[in-house]
């Protein structure tokens, strides 16, 4: 699993050639098979470009590590992309969620390190509630799997207890009402309990009419962030998980949108540069407040000094950096701004890449 902290660590090396490659892969067979027929094409171009950059005495080390890069990789277990960084200190393999949209060698002098950044900010650790008509189970959760499941002095949360020795409250539909809300005002604390030590959100799947009452009843109703209807066919963690996941993935969807909408109303302000220079130099000084970086856009360029370039069209040839963009993403990053990747067409109003200064 990719953290910050390995982000740092291949961001930091700095050596040339650094060797970036990354493919989409697949989870099962057959499709998975093929995983392995492009993974060997891409290592034969980072081959043939190192020998031809550096001559085959030059580049003998790399290419050893280039030629067992293979025997590291178990196809079998193969998420939905994969990316492998290579240099004389380094060999780091990355599986990640996230698919590309094409497959690619960098080679410069630092790691292209866009596409994990891009899988970072995207990952999410929640909380799942499961409220059923029997006993209620609350579930940790990592992108699109439930990790463990909360087992404590409080879940899983007990059924409602009903008043045998008064049968007739249970006739009473405001008597009955009441109990509901007693029972979920209480459930609600056991949530937000868990919520306050682990720092984790939650995803709610359960009846329309549950989740009204939940919400009546909540303490920090923002804790509760998305919904999905139980279906008591299939409550599996599969499931569960499964649906969980598409939450988040609105959600994000959503919070992009809103980055989008910020971005043009920051135009006014004077704050968005969309001019490619331009934007490298205040995300290298620091003033980079948020990126926006539409998918499909890369750009590779030519150094000619610390802080500014020429755009070329071959990022094959000599000296040349690949993807200007993954630089840029790392500095905002790095210095603390935010960075959104985006499909959504409407960014190009204002380009394909675009930066809200801080100042």
Known sequence: MIN?????????????????????????FPDNAQDEIVLKNLLKEAETR??????????????????????QIDHNYNLDSLHIFISNNTLEIIKSVLPINKNKVCISESFALRTIINDYIRRKKYLILLLSQGSTH???AFNESITEEVINDDFPFPEMERNLNAPEKLSD????????????????????????QTDLECVVICTEDNLSRLMQVANKPK???????VNYNDISTTHL????????????????TDAINEMLDAVNQARVLSDLQEIYLAAIDGRGELLI?????????????????????????????DDITSN????????????????????????????KTRY
Not at 173 to 196: C, F, G, M, Q, Y
């Open 223 to 229: 804790m509760y962030i998305g919904h999905a209807f």
């Open 293 to 321: 970086v539409h998918e499909d856009f890369i750009q590779p360029v030519l150094m000619n000094g610390d802080r500014t370039f020429d755009l070329v069209s071959d990022s094959a040839q000599p000296n040349a950096i």
């Open 50 to 71: 190192l020998i031809t950059d550096l001559g085959k005495k030059s580049a003998n080390g790399l290419l050893e590590k280039i030629a067992n890069v293979p025997s």
């Open 138 to 140: 609350l579930y940790k």
């Open 4 to 28: 910050k902290e390995k982000i740092e660590e291949l961001a930091a090396e700095r050596s040339m050639p650094c060797v970036s490659i990354s493919l989409n892969t697949h989870r099962t």
């Open 328 to 355: 840029i993403v790392w500095e905002v990053f790095s210095k603390k701004g935010r960075v959104v990747f985006t499909a959504q067409e409407k960014i190009k109003e204002l380009g394909n890449i675009v930066l």
């Open 173 to 196: 539909a405001r008597l009955l009402d009441d109990i509901v809300r007693e029972h979920l005002n209480k459930l609600d604390k056991a949530v937000v309990k868990i919520s306050n």
């Open 241 to 256: 998980a499964k649906q969980g996941w598409e939450v988040i993935n609105e959600l994000q969807k959503k919070n992009r």
